[in-house]
């Protein structure tokens, strides 16, 4: 099989007949490295083909595709002629857009999921900021505190805020998927993982409430 | 009911031309027909020319898998009534490359597939005489979700880290390696760890959970893979305690 299309001396076959025993050759298991390269060079000739025939509803499909990517070359690709793929020469390999993530709604929430976790990074930071300042004593908490509550401040923090709360109430709902099925042999329920991280950050943000409104 | 709906078809004919097409058919809307049927029909009825696969018609054998207005779906499981009033966009699944028409290659995955052993693993392989390992109900029921794949890949379709990253072994992979690692016949676990316990196993993986959105068999990959990572992060820990080897 690896030799076909490369016969000498026959009588000059048809340019369609040509290409598909050209794709035989490379498709060949046994097919040697030079003769391998050799067919592809026959498949990766003028843009068309040898064959020359196009059918009519191709015209605009450059325009129609213009994300067409053909560089290649994938698992197996032929190094010396990257445009094709050894066994498959003529894959065709849409290109990815930049703005893939507008393809559907679940992959904006993704993105946003992952841009908001900045909003965390930022907001342990600050955290961190205050109890510094808190250490320094009292004259640099109270100068903090002043920074804080500028309007221009308190606007961006509403923003962190509300991506906090977009972060935090999108990771909470995969937790069921991240956690074993069973714990101890006990099987573990999806809603009761939800509930008890639920339970837990409002817990966790009551005490807070009353740390900060009753307590001081 | 409309008469007829039009089908927006994806064409790529590598011995023709150098760019895919749209190709639009128009076919008679049926109830109850499905994506699938309509494809047939412009197969028997009006080009034969157009390439796709099926076989089973009834969401088993997992190789009508295409994109459907741009979500994967399989075809067979799809109602054209569900779409209305169209066109309805069809196009091969993304994220592999197109060999012809709605057929893409899906070699990549195979040989992934291989890679993770999908097969159950004896350390102590018994006689035969001594009979069969048996197996609970309750054992069953820890991997039985993920032995339901049928390698439709739907999943892949709609992962775009794997779109991405081509190196991601991928959801469908993953979850048939959980298959046999939740298996209590199987002692294979720490072989696999080998392959997925690494960025382009399950570490790749940013948990956009997609996957588990349009399986059509209720595998949950994505919660496969994160169990994994869980499971991967412990073995990980436990390496670093004394007198402990990875």
């Known amino acids: 099989m690896s030799g076909h299309g490369r016969e000498r001396g026959g009588p000059p076959e048809p340019p369609n007949q040509?290409?598909?025993?050209?794709?035989?050759?490379?498709?060949?298991?046994?097919?040697?490295?030079?003769?391998?390269?050799?067919?592809?060079?026959?498949?990766?000739?003028?843009?068309?083909?040898?064959g020359g025939t196009r059918v009519a509803d191709s015209g605009g499909a450059a325009a129609?595709?213009?994300?067409?990517?053909?560089?290649?070359?994938?698992?197996?690709?032929?190094?010396?002629?990257p445009a094709y793929t050894r066994y498959h020469p003529k894959w065709h390999r849409p290109r990815i857009p930049i703005f893939w993530w507008l393809r559907s709604p679940a992959?904006?929430?993704?993105?946003?999921?992952?841009?908001?976790?900045?909003?965390?990074?930022?907001?342990?930071?600050?955290?961190?900021?205050?109890?510094?300042?808190?250490?320094?004593?009292?004259?640099?908490?109270?100068?903090?505190?002043?920074?804080?509550?500028?309007?221009?401040?308190?606007?961006?923090?509403?923003?962190?805020?509300?991506?906090?709360?977009?972060?935090s109430v999108t990771w909470l709902n995969l937790t069921p998927q991240a956690l074993p099925r069973r714990i101890g042999g006990r099987r573990i329920r999806p809603w009761s993982v939800l509930a008890g991280h639920y339970l837990a950050w409002l817990v966790v943000s009551a005490i807070l409430v009353w740390i900060v409104a009753v307590k001081s | 009911m409309p008469e007829t709906v039009t089908l927006t078809v994806f064409r790529y004919r590598p011995e023709q031309e150098e760019t895919p097409a749209w190709q639009d058919y128009e076919v008679p809307f049926r109830s109850k027909w499905?994506?699938?049927?309509?494809?047939?029909?412009?197969?028997?009825?009006?080009?034969?020319?157009?390439?796709?696969?099926?076989?089973?018609?009834?969401g088993v054998c997992g190789s009508c898998g295409m994109m459907v207005n741009g979500e994967p779906v399989l075809t067979c499981a799809t109602y054209l009534e569900d779409l209305l009033p169209?066109?309805?966009?069809?196009?091969?699944?993304?994220?592999?490359?197109?060999?012809?028409?709605?057929?893409?290659?899906?070699?990549?995955?195979?040989?992934?597939?291989?890679?993770?052993?999908?097969?159950?693993?004896?350390?102590d392989v018994r006689d035969v005489q001594d009979g069969e390992y048996r197996q609970t109900p309750a054992e069953l029921d820890d991997y039985r979700q993920y032995s339901m794949c049928i390698n439709c890949l739907l999943c892949y379709a709609a992962c775009p880290i794997y779109e991405l990253e081509p190196?991601?072994?991928?959801?469908?992979?993953i979850a048939l390696a959980q298959r046999y690692n939740f298996d209590s016949?199987?002692?294979?676990?720490a072989e696999r760890m080998e392959v997925l316990a690494v960025h382009e196993g399950v570490w790749c993986c940013t948990f956009v959970g997609e996957c588990s959105a349009v399986c059509p068999k209720h595998v949950d990959p994505a919660g496969a893979i994160q169990r994994y990572k869980v499971a991967a992060t412990a073995d990980w820990f436990r390496s670093l305690l004394p007198g402990r080897r990875r």
């Open chain 1, 18 to 50: 040509e290409r598909s025993r050209a794709d035989e050759a490379v498709g060949g298991a046994g097919a040697p490295g030079g003769g391998r390269d050799r067919a592809t060079d026959e498949v990766g000739g003028p843009a068309g083909g040898a």
């Open chain 1, 64 to 81: 129609a595709f213009p994300d067409t990517d053909r560089r290649g070359p994938g698992p197996g690709g032929t190094p010396g002629n």
């Open chain 1, 107 to 167: 992959y904006v929430i993704f993105i946003a999921r992952e841009l908001t976790s900045v909003a965390v990074g930022y907001a342990g930071l600050l955290i961190l900021l205050l109890t510094w300042n808190v250490a320094r004593g009292p004259e640099a908490y109270g100068a903090m505190l002043g920074f804080l509550a500028r309007p221009g401040i308190l606007a961006v923090h509403a923003f962190v805020l509300l991506a906090l709360v977009f972060h």
């Open chain 2, 34 to 58: 499905m994506v699938l049927d309509a494809l047939n029909h412009i197969k028997d009825r009006i080009d034969g020319t157009l390439s796709y696969r099926w076989a089973c018609r009834m």
């Open chain 2, 86 to 123: 169209g066109p309805i966009r069809v196009e091969p699944l993304r994220g592999f490359p197109v060999v012809r028409d709605l057929v893409s290659d899906i070699s990549d995955f195979v040989a992934k597939l291989e890679r993770i052993k999908p097969w159950i693993i004896r350390r």
């Open chain 2, 167 to 173: 190196e991601f072994i991928g959801p469908a992979a």
């Open chain 2, 185 to 189: 016949r199987d002692q294979g676990a």
